[in-house]
């Protein structure tokens, strides 16, 4: 698609906007997590862009669409990189548009933030939290994922507890979208209109400019928990996650044979106990505490943020979510995971079923949130990988049992969440990007239509 490309010439139309086209630095920002799984790193091994793109701003964002367009070049977004399904990784080549540069906060008014589409979100939450305000939720990668790269590859994450998941209506409330066409728009998405680009992976718009909803910001102890018996942890998170009374922003579980690989808290661990996460409100540690001991748990590590700070110790939210997956990884180079949802009411019963039938090969780590306003049991077990055969056979049984997967081994928008693709992602990538370029590859419902 861009082997007659004359990138000297198409770097230099685009004026003072920093461009890279180094072969080793190009491929490394071509890269995401995407080796978290076995399966992509087999596939997208040898994915590269040919340019890497810096805007500053949103002009220079529309100068790159507009060039690109007249070439017919394909852009794909990029913002932290820290995504895990090779959304931000170039299909087909072209230019990898690096996002970071846009990374303006403004001032929090009324509880809504606005804010650059590179802005990393640990810096949000730290120049928001002396004024008193915090995200509403984040991934494990605060530190160094970006907001947009949030918006547009994430669905939840911590503060998911009380907030739900990031399409639920109140939380994204606004996003300044340049198109791809031969002179690009910025429209101004509203509301649930923000849904059309929210998981859409940079397929359908670029997104610049976001506008969210905060919460009010609250003091939080970060602790870790112990128990002998990984039921026991389980009926116990799930009774904080249900107690509206004790104010939290992280609820997890992970079975001794996951924790073992969190080698910065063994010292507090006994070999074969599973371990709790969680983000606790200063108010709340008594009940917490009180709920542990009757619950037969103990607290291994208990800390303020101030201490976390002060020490460099691993906060609790970054043995969490993905990250759970990343420690494993750096102890053992065969494991990989799943994303799915255990069936309600009585999800507990599920998982201990799976837990029984596979053992030591699906470690099990969830994660408690809420969906439509009810507790759910999210989950990001570990798996032993042995052969794809073998990972997609215990897939499909866990479908079968009526567990809901997210599958993390495809780079198919549609084929990891939705299964189905959704008519107004699909509508917007018409009207915003008539050509394909964005992010191709990515979106089957496109491919498809484009076959046709």
């Known amino acids: 698609m861009t082997e007659t490309i004359d990138w000297a010439e198409f770097a230099a139309s685009l004026g003072a906007i920093p461009t890279e086209t180094d072969r080793a630095l190009v491929r490394?920002?071509?890269?995401?997590?995407?080796?978290?799984?076995?399966?992509?790193?087999q596939q997208l091994r040898g994915v590269s862009g040919d340019i890497v793109v810096a805007p500053r701003d949103e002009a220079d964002v529309i100068t790159v669409m507009r060039e690109c367009v007249r070439r017919s070049i394909p852009i794909t977004p990029r913002g932290g990189g820290t995504g895990n399904y090779g959304q931000a990784m170039p299909l087909h080549g072209g230019v990898?548009?690096?996002?970071?540069?846009?990374?303006?906060?403004h001032p929090?008014?009324?509880?809504?933030?606005?804010?650059?589409?590179?802005?990393?979100?640990?810096?949000?939450?730290?120049?928001?939290?002396?004024?008193?305000?915090?995200?509403?939720m984040f991934p494990s990668t605060r530190r160094t994922a970006t907001i947009g790269g949030f918006v547009a590859g994430g669905s939840g994450g911590i503060g998911s507890i009380n907030f739900g998941q990031m399409r639920e209506a109140g939380t994204l409330l606004g996003a300044r979208v340049v198109?791809?066409?031969a002179e690009p728009r910025v429209l101004q998405l509203r509301g649930a209109e923000v849904n059309r680009v929210h998981h859409a992976y940079g397929t359908n718009g670029i997104i610049v400019e976001l506008e969210i909803a905060m919460a009010p910001a609250q003091s939080w102890l970060d602790y870790a928990v112990a128990f002998r018996d990984f039921a026991d942890l389980a009926r116990f998170c799930d009774t904080i996650a249900r107690a509206d009374g004790i104010a939290k922003r992280l609820v997890t579980a992970v079975d001794?044979?996951?924790?073992?690989?969190f080698k910065p808290l063994q010292e507090a661990l006994t070999p074969g106990e599973s371990v709790g996460l969680f983000l606790i409100a200063t108010q709340s540690c008594k009940p917490f505490e009180d709920a542990l001991a009757r619950a037969g748990g103990r607290i291994a590590r208990k800390l303020t943020e101030a201490e976390v700070e002060a020490t460099g110790a691993v906060p609790a939210f970054e043995f969490t979510w993905n990250h759970t997956t990343l420690h494993a990884l750096k102890v053992d180079k065969e494991i990989t995971y799943l994303q799915s949802r255990f069936p309600g009411?009585?999800?507990?019963?599920?998982?201990?079923?799976?837990?029984?039938?596979?053992?030591?090969?699906?470690p099990m780590h969830l994660e408690f949130i809420r969906v439509d306003g009810e507790v759910a049991c999210a989950a990001l077990p570990l798996v032993r990988y042995t052969t794809e055969a073998r990972l997609r056979a215990i897939i499909a049984d866990f479908e079968s049992r009526g567990i809901t997967i997210f599958d993390p081994h495809t780079y198919v928008l549609e084929d990891g969440g939705m299964k189905t693709t959704d008519p107004e992602q699909l509508a917007f990538k018409r009207h915003a990007d008539p050509l394909g370029l964005l992010n191709p590859g990515k979106m089957r419902g496109w491919d498809e239509v484009s076959a046709a």
């Not at 490394?28 to 790193?41: A, E, M, T």
């Not at 979100?121 to 305000?133: S, T």
């Not at 009411?345 to 699906?362: F, I, N, R, T």
Request: some cysteine; aromatic content about 12%.
């Open 28 to 41: 490394q920002k071509s890269r995401d997590f995407y080796w978290y799984s076995p399966v992509l790193k």
């Open 96 to 105: 990898v548009l690096d996002l970071i540069g846009l990374n303006t906060i």
């Open 108 to 136: 929090v008014f009324d509880g809504v933030l606005r804010v650059g589409t590179g802005a990393k979100l640990g810096e949000i939450e730290a120049r928001c939290k002396p004024l008193g305000w915090e995200l509403r």
């Open 179 to 181: 198109t791809m066409e």
């Open 256 to 261: 001794a044979g996951g924790a073992a690989y």
């Open 345 to 362: 009411p009585d999800y507990l019963a599920s998982v201990a079923k799976a837990m029984a039938d596979y053992g030591d090969e699906v």
